[in-house]
């Protein structure tokens, strides 16, 4: 089987096998195994995944959602109605200009920022390893057509050299079929 990737790998590459990376060797191994290649990228990213890994995806997409924004608004508002009218005065334990309020908000922010950070990363990190299955299920998809063209063009060749080979026996019968008839007279 050595021998017939490395005679795919001439033929439809024009290089020879060791001259190729890697990722294009394995390719070729599992085109002439005749296993597929694809394969469903986010299951086996995901299975890969910590528990902190799956929870600061989670946070980073609450934090990024509608559901967010309007909840977080919801406390902003209650917190200034709270501090500056139904707890007005000395009762209020974070006056206007609120600077409790800006410190748990900074705060936030701060853990926030990082966590979005790092669901950033492993996005980052899967649409990579998504772009090199994507070439190699591409580079196997180009390889079987042209192997297929091939193929088409060799039947062509064999069906054209039967054809022709059908013409030149009847071109030799209808030769001796008019030496007969010019004898005849």
């Known amino acids: 089987m050595d021998q017939n990737v490395r005679a795919l790998a001439e033929r439809l590459l024009h290089t020879g096998y060791e001259d190729l990376p890697e990722r294009e060797q394995r390719v070729l191994r599992r085109m002439a195994r005749r ?3 694809s394969e469903n990228i986010n299951i086996s990213f995901h299975e890969q995944l910590s528990f902190g890994d799956r929870l ?7 934090g990024g959602s509608w559901t967010f924004i309007v909840l977080f608004a919801l406390v902003l508002a209650g917190w200034v109605l709270l501090n500056s ?7 209020a334990f974070d006056p206007y200009p609120f600077i409790f309020l800006n410190l748990v908000l900074s705060m936030l922010a701060a853990i926030q920022a990082p966590i979005i950070m790092m669901s950033q990363n492993r996005q980052s990190a899967k649409d990579r390893l998504a772009a090199a299955h994507d070439y190699e299920v591409n580079l196997k998809s180009e390889l079987e057509i042209m192997n297929l063209h091939e193929k088409l063009d060799d039947i062509r060749q064999r069906q054209l050299e039967t054809v022709l080979a059908r013409q030149g026996e009847q071109l030799e019968e209808l030769r001796k079929l008019m030496q007969r008839m010019d004898g005849g007279r």
Do not use: H
């Not at 600061?56 to 609450?62: K, P, T």
């Not at 009218?85 to 009762?91: K, T, V, Y």
């Open 85 to 91: 009218f139904l707890l007005a005065g000395a009762r």
């Open 56 to 62: 600061s995806d989670r946070m980073a997409a609450f």
């Open 35 to 37: 296993v597929a290649i």
